[in-house]
């Protein structure tokens, strides 16, 4: 009787000890998922995540901080106006600007492009559309930078890639041109429910305008390339033109931001850093009679559009009355402004220098730059009589003389707001002429005086990625604010 | 191997044969007859012998007329008597104060003899922590433990401190030790702000009442700590609190104290230059006003020399200096912490209690920052049956801080504004114009972070309250004089309720629209434990073994409120914002945990200890989440062992320990999520991803220390040293690795990387005059710790621990932890600077310039007490580390500092040598352009890393005891006054005028940096002890 007590005693507490070991455990599995997030979601919310990052990105601290100012849109008060002194001083903005590239756009679309890749969850129309995505966001960081990690780039989740090594800037841009031209070809005979009829926040899973888009772009791009490889530009070119463009505001690529306080423009006109409007695009603006001016710049405290002189010395900054001057113009710096990734006038500007670089036909060219103005001031919905009267100004036709520098001011003038393309455009075409520093109240900062060319790597990344990032400055030049980069020749 | 050998000799030991014979009696305290309860009875010359029972009685056969017993018990004289004859011994103990540092609290709250410790370990008693009081009991600690370093950060009422033992010895780890109140571990975490402002919400060692503590044991290596497992891998220290058990009847203690608070040190002011930039007065703007923009509104103008000027204010004012040459004298003020506490305690032969309600009222240098708190605290212990106790402890500690200040770039940093503002502008001026006619903020400087204290101190404001519950039941069984299972079960709940907001108006709040936030936090550590403990003798071998269980659960939550855009002003609630926002989270952790212990003492003389432990966790993967862990302590009394002679080396100890740890991390590390976003902008669903990539196969990390020592004492104690030498390696570390932002990531949780932690730590107390009317005892605590980083991940040369504007304290492989990183100036080969053609600097390479960790830091203290008046002393030392201090940066190039005098007039020839010619430089630059250009434009450290050396006398109390005849014939058993102060003054401060504590928060690597630190503070006062 007793050995079946002692049985029964051990058996139970041995039972007793498993149920509660393995209650345990299981208590541990329990605690371990995160109750915050979760674990699947359908690629459509990331997709979103990273087109709005996108236009997020046209307000960043490398498109507001630096690149509005480099370009001459504007100046921005206080410290803030740092980088339009042409210094280099800046090693945690060069950080941020990079790791800003990568962790809006180039994370979530890389997640969708995985995802959309994959068995299960595969889908050719998302691909294409994310592929699009994808582009925009690369060719942004490129444009900074140069060369940037872009096959390994952005796959420290999906391929578990923590050191990526950079690739030359021109393959890159072959690579996007080709991604554009796949994305192209699927997209034109996509079925609209593969897409995203609940998340697309560009054009509402219109496809149609989304190839229209994606051709706009491949033409930015092919464009891009006029200067460093004028055979695959032309090519490019003459291939985007057998496809539909964008043609009217209607196929523009436009969001609005209101989240928080506003969009950044909103914040600094009204807060902290204020933004004044630069003398030089005033001045431009006003010697055309360009009826954007009053869209673009705000009156002075006197009634006047006065701008501020970009790069002037600390001393000649303070004498520069800055509070009083023009702020940006309420259509571009409101709560529910516009922010722009592509618009039909860019596209329109890009073919008339096609015509003129490739067709050598001036009249074609003149049609499609003044479609390209005429477009401009459409989007900002300028007085029809004063278009006409524009219209009919010398400055809206090509002179024939200086069509490149025509082309190349209407061009930056049609990219407004989006100050980060103004700056690659300058770069490349030369236009408008940003003058060289040389007077006593300017500063020259780090590049003598000339406009600085792109982004340093910054001392993170040249820690924490050392082997692939010296390898890329090797390649590409001194890890400085005046080298340029590959399609960079003027 | 070598241990086991060691026991297996002891074994063969020899067994005399005794008559028979029994004995019993009763144990009491000399003077008040109250039995005492578990007084050690041993058997001289060997293990024999049992501990008396609730009444004091106890009973041992077997023994013959020849033994003599031992009686002994913590805090009394030991006593021994031979047995002869008789067979009843009744024995009266008498209270010994020296004999309390003999006992020691050690890890699971066992007191144990501290002979037989084979680790170093620490008690500070009541006493140095309720008299010169502080609101954050840590804080008395400073100075006074060695291997223990305390920085108490600069942040107002009840901010928080750094709490490191021996160093650093984890890369991502807050590396704050483990703290327990009555065995129940609580919350422990870091504050303070970062560089860019923010506030410091306190910690939560602030809500131990330091009226309520009984002794508190610092356990300083794993070894002492391995019991508690990957919590203790930072070592513990150990409170306890009164319990009620040392009263005899119903006592009543009344402790009071009141002291000031005022500034201390602030920065050295110019006040020769006002308003201005190279030496003119600004423009004037439309309004009348000069242009506030820089470098204008920086002190770089004219000469003050009485001539008229147009103010900041637009007004016709005479150009003069201040006549109060400091604006922080001007600005701060006066506080004061008043204290009251009421104890209640009591004990009969059922059980005991202790009540006590603590009252604590402050108020900071900042007129609106305040700080109520209270403590209720109710311990109970029972004897429901003969072998059979239950105790236990509820306090409830409710507190409420008004307007923590904001601190470094923080926009309402009063501190900040005051030190930069030009110092031709009139504090008064800035007082009474705090609002244009538009209710918008008339500021003194457009930029954002520059702006008017007085608004903010009218305008902007938090309320930070919190609910604080800890308490515990627990069981002790003892099934037979040999056999006792213990079960406890605690917790440490916090509920936090924190408002901030700032009133329409001001840029700096949401371009001028007013915000609103509201945060509601919770959190919860609960912890549970069973213990059995069977103890025995062996012969000659003293043996207790324990086996033991713990639970532990993690719970926090929060859950946030904001908004911007104010509908009607000065009205704080979230309805009343036109924008608003919200998120919550949760977060939950278990570790379930089994354990072994084991002491063996052999003959008095030699002793070890021994811990295994497994942990599961889970917050790491399935396959990785139980680890394990062990320890191995061993002492040896070798003065026992030699014999040798106690009148003159009276205590020679060696001993060594080594233990091995694991640890887990933080939960949800190792699962890939997306986080659904909150959007007014989209229609759609909006997800994202974290930038932290997670680790699937994350492993525990691992810590392996050792430790040897040698505790001696010389002429009956009179001089005893302590030493230790230690080592820890820890390997695997888990941590979130900063990578390259290409891989589209901002870090990835892995494990990598070891760093090892070594120092030297020492002792030494001396007692030079020991008399009954009067006695001198001098103590002297060193301590040197240097952490060194080993390997990081593989490709990974650094990880910065932290960065303010651009120096950086970083982890670099071969260097020493917490190197502080910054651009230094462009130099030759001969360390010359490279001048431009303009006089100007030229920006070098990015180097190291300095290191947080000291060469050596200590304590110094002086305890003189002659008849009834005790004066005691503290100074501490910290000799070497660096601190980068952009609040002198600033001050330099705003024009403010008394430094930035150097060459207003005729420029200053910068030495060095000249770019392109190759000679010595001679072109003169600009005082504001060297200034502005080395530190804002070129970013350059080196000129604002300073030396973190220094010396403070950092306690001073005098006390008096009310003699015993006077009280006599009143209801007062005992009573004391003592004037303290804190923090009185520095003896030695290398940076002249930044206090080297002035950290704005608390983490690990917060020393690296000062930003417009609040001035810090002394504090003096009184002391009021009575008992009834």
Redesign the interface.
């Known amino acids: 009787m007793q050995t079946i007590y002692k049985v029964i005693s051990k058996t139970a507490a041995v039972a007793v000890l498993g149920v509660l070991f393995l209650s345990c455990e299981g208590h541990l599995e329990d605690l371990y998922d995160n109750p915050n997030a979760v674990t699947e979601i359908d690629d459509a919310a990331l997709f979103t995540k990273a087109v709005r990052s996108l236009y997020q990105g046209t307000t960043d601290n490398g498109s507001s901080h630096f690149a509005g100012m480099y370009a001459h849109y504007y100046v921005a008060g206080s410290t803030w106006r740092a980088p339009d002194q042409y210094g280099d001083g800046h090693d945690q903005d060069y950080n941020s600007i990079m790791n800003e590239g990568y962790s809006g756009t180039i994370r979530h679309i890389e997640e969708v492009l995985e995802l959309t890749s994959k068995p299960g969850t595969q889908n050719n129309v998302r691909y294409a559309l994310a592929n699009i995505i994808a582009v925009l966001g690369y060719a942004k960081i490129t444009d900074g930078y140069g060369d940037v990690p872009y096959t390994e780039g952005g796959k420290g989740k999906s391929q578990d890639i923590l050191l990526p090594k950079y690739d030359p800037q021109e393959s890159i841009y072959k690579d996007l041109i080709m991604r554009l031209t796949n994305s192209i070809g699927t997209l034109k005979t996509a079925d609209p429910a593969m897409a995203y009829p609940d998340s697309d926040p560009i054009y509402n899973n219109d496809l149609e305008k989304w190839v229209r888009f994606a051709n706009s772009v491949r033409l930015r791009l092919a464009m891009r390339l006029r200067y460093v490889d004028a055979g695959l530009s032309r090519s490019t070119v003459s291939q985007c033109l057998s496809e539909p463009l964008m043609e009217t505001p209607e196929h523009d690529a436009y969001m609005i931001e209101t989240e928080g306080t506003g969009n950044a423009w909103f914040n600094r006109r009204t807060g902290f850093p204020s933004i004044k409007m630069s003398a030089f695009l005033i001045n431009q603006m006003q010697v055309t009679n360009d009826p954007r001016l009053t869209v673009f710049v705000g009156q002075d405290s006197n009634g006047q559009f006065s701008g501020i002189v970009n790069g002037l010395t600390d001393q000649a900054f303070g004498n520069s009355n800055f509070a009083n001057l023009s702020d940006m113009g309420l259509a571009l710096s409101s709560p529910e402004s516009k922010l722009y990734i592509m618009n039909a006038a860019e596209t329109w500007l890009l073919r008339a220098e096609a015509a003129l670089a490739y067709d050598e036909d001036p009249v074609q060219a003149n049609i499609l730059y003044r479609k390209g103005i005429e477009v401009s001031f459409n989007q900002w919905e300028v007085d029809a009589t004063e278009i006409t009267n524009f219209m009919g100004s010398t400055i809206a036709n090509l002179s024939g003389i200086n069509d490149e520098e025509q082309i190349g001011v209407q061009m930056w003038l049609a990219l407004i707001p989006n100050f980060f393309e103004g700056w690659s455009h300058i770069r490349r075409t030369g236009y408008p002429v940003i003058p060289v520093r040389t007077s006593d109240d300017l500063s020259t900062g780090a590049t003598n005086g000339i406009m600085p060319t792109r982004f340093m790597y910054s001392s993170f990344e040249l820690g924490a990625n050392s082997t692939n990032v010296q390898e890329a400055i090797s390649r590409q030049g001194a890890n400085k604010i005046d080298t340029k980069v590959w399609w960079d020749k003027n | 191997m070598n241990k086991l050998i060691l026991i297996l000799a002891i074994f063969g030991t020899t067994i005399t044969v005794r008559s028979q014979k029994t004995i019993s009696g009763q144990v009491l305290e000399k003077d008040t007859n109250t039995p005492l309860l578990g007084v050690s009875v041993l058997v001289k010359g060997t293990n024999t012998g049992t501990t008396t029972d609730f009444d004091g009685n106890y009973t041992l056969a077997n023994l013959s007329g020849d033994d003599i017993l031992q009686f002994s018990f913590i805090g009394y004289t030991s006593k021994e008597v031979a047995l002869e004859d008789r067979n009843t011994i009744n024995v009266f103990l008498e209270i010994n104060a020296e004999e309390m540092d003999e006992v020691v609290v050690t890890a699971l709250n066992i007191q144990r003899n501290k002979e037989s410790l084979g680790y170093s370990i620490s008690q500070v008693s009541a006493g140095e922590v309720n008299v010169a009081r502080e609101n954050n009991v840590m804080n008395s600690l400073s100075g006074k433990v060695s291997g223990l370093q305390i920085t108490q950060s600069n942040t107002g009422v009840d901010g928080s401190s750094r709490v490191l033992l021996r160093g650093i010895t984890t890369i991502n780890g807050n590396n704050r030790p483990l703290v327990v109140v009555d065995g129940i571990p609580i919350s422990n975490s870091s504050g303070g702000a970062g560089g860019s402002g923010g506030i410091d919400r306190g910690d939560d060692l602030s809500d131990i009442n330091p009226d309520d503590v009984e002794s508190i044991s610092v356990l300083k290596g794993a070894g002492a700590a391995a019991a508690y497992g990957s919590l203790g891998m930072n070592g513990v220290i150990l409170i306890t609190t009164k319990s009620g058990t040392k009263k005899d009847g119903v006592g009543i203690s009344f402790n009071s104290s009141f002291s000031f608070i005022d500034v201390a040190l602030t920065p050295d002011f110019q006040n020769e230059y006002g308003a201005g930039?190279?030496g003119d007065f600004?423009?004037i703007?439309?309004d009348g006003r000069p242009?506030?923009?820089?470098?204008?509104s920086w002190s770089w103008g004219p000469r003050m020399e009485g001539q008229q000027y147009t103010n900041w204010l637009g007004k016709q004012e005479s150009y003069s200096p201040n006549p109060t040459g400091n604006p922080y004298k001007e600005f701060y003020q006066t506080g004061f912490t008043i204290s009251n506490s009421l104890a209640f305690e009591g004990k009969n032969d059922k059980g005991s209690f202790r009540l006590a309600i603590t009252d604590e009222d402050g108020q900071g240098i900042v007129g609106n920052n305040t700080l109520a708190k209270q403590t209720f605290s109710l311990r109970g212990s029972s004897k429901l049956t003969d072998n059979f106790i239950v105790d236990g402890k509820m306090a409830y500690i409710t507190s409420k801080v008004k307007n923590r200040p904001q601190l470094a770039e923080g926009s309402g940093n009063t501190a900040l504004q005051l030190s930069l503002m030009p110092r031709d502008i009139r504090l008064e001026d800035v007082r009474n114009n705090t609002v244009n006619a538009f209710g918008e903020e008339i500021k003194w400087n457009?930029?954002?972070t520059f702006n008017n204290p007085y608004w903010a101190l009218d305008n902007a404001g938090n309320v930070d309250e919190k609910d604080h519950f800890q308490g515990f039941i627990s069981a002790n069984w003892e099934i037979d004089d040999k056999f006792n299972i213990t079960a406890k079960s605690g917790m440490d709940y916090i509920i936090t309720d924190f408002i901030s907001y700032g009133a329409t108006g001001a840029?700096?709040v949401?371009?001028?629209?007013g915000a609103y936030n509201h945060d509601n936090d919770k959190s919860n550590i609960w912890n549970s434990d069973i213990l059995g403990t069977y103890s025995t003798n062996i012969s000659d071998i003293n043996i207790t073994l324990s086996l033991g269980a713990n639970y532990r659960n993690e719970y926090s939550s929060y859950k946030n409120i904001s908004g911007?855009?104010a509908k009607v002003p000065n009205f704080y609630r979230i309805s009343n914002y036109k924008?608003s926002f919200s998120s919550e989270?949760?977060?939950?952790?278990?570790i379930?945990s089994y354990y072994a212990l084991g002491q063996f003492g052999y003959g008095g003389f030699l002793y070890f200890d021994a811990t295994l432990r497994n942990d599961?966790?889970?917050?790491l993967?399935?396959a990785n989440?139980s680890y394990w862990y062990h320890s191995e302590n061993m002492g040896l009394l070798f003065t026992k062992l030699l014999g040798i002679n106690p009148n003159i080396l009276s205590l020679g100890k060696l001993r060594g320990s080594f233990a091995k740890v694991g640890n887990d991390t933080s939960?949800?590390r190792?699962?890939?999520?997306?986080?659904?976003?909150q959007?007014?902008?989209?229609p759609?669903?909006?997800?994202?991803?974290s930038?932290s990539?997670p680790s699937f196969d994350l492993r525990p990390e691992t810590s392996e220390s050792w430790e040897i020592g040698a505790d001696i004492g010389f002429l009956k104690n009179r001089i005893t040293l302590d030493v230790t030498y230690y080592k820890t390696n820890t390997t695997d570390q888990i941590m979130a690795v900063?990578?390259?932002?290409?891989?589209?990531?901002?870090s990835?949780v892995i494990n990598a990387g070891e760093i090892e932690n070594k120092g030297i730590e020492a002792q030494l107390n001396v007692i030079p005059f020991e008399s009954e009317n009067f006695s001198w005892d001098i103590g002297f605590n060193f301590t040197k710790s240097n952490s060194k980083v080993i390997t990081l991940n593989e490709?990974?040369?650094?990880i910065?621990l932290g960065s303010l504007w651009?120096a950086s304290v970083e982890a670099r492989p071969g260097q020493e932890f917490g190197t502080i990183y910054g651009n230094d100036f462009l130099r030759d080969n001969f360390g010359r600077k490279i001048i431009g053609n303009d006089g100007l600097a030229k920006?070098g390479d990015?180097i190291a310039l300095g290191n947080i960790n000291p060469d050596w830091y200590g304590g110094f203290t002086n305890k003189i007490r002659y008849k009834n008046f005790s004066l005691s002393s503290l100074i501490s030392v910290q000799a070497g580390g660096e601190y980068y201090s952009y609040g002198r940066g600033y001050r330099l190039f705003f024009g403010t500092d008394e430094r930035s005098l150097v060459g207003r007039e005729n420029g200053i020839i910068e030495e060095g040598i000249n770019e392109f010619t190759g000679f010595e430089n001679d072109n003169a630059t600009s005082a504001l352009?060297k200034q502005?250009t080395d530190i804002?434009?070129?970013?350059i450290a080196t000129d604002i890393i300073l030396d973190a050396t220094n010396v403070k006398l950092r306690e001073v109390a005098l006390t008096f005891d009310f003699p015993k005849n006077i009280l006599r014939e009143t209801f007062i058993q005992s009573a004391s006054l003592s004037a303290v102060g804190r923090n009185l003054l520095f003896l030695y401060n290398a940076a002249g005028d930044i206090d080297p504590e002035a950290t704005y928060s608390s983490g690990p690597a917060s020393t690296a940096f000062e930003h417009s630190s609040l001035p810090s503070t002394r504090s003096y006062g009184l002391n009021l002890k009575i008992n009834f």
């Open positions: 930039a190279f600004a423009p703007n439309a242009v506030l923009d820089y470098p204008f457009l930029d954002n840029q700096a949401q371009n001028g629209l911007n855009d924008n989270g949760i977060s939950k952790k278990a379930y599961n966790s889970s917050a993967p399935q989440n939960p949800y190792t699962q890939a999520v997306y986080n659904v976003d959007t007014v902008t989209l759609y669903t909006v997800a994202s991803i930038g990539l900063p990578i390259s932002g290409t891989t589209a990531y901002s990835k490709g990974l040369e650094s910065s651009t920006r990015r352009l502005f804002f434009s070129n970013q």
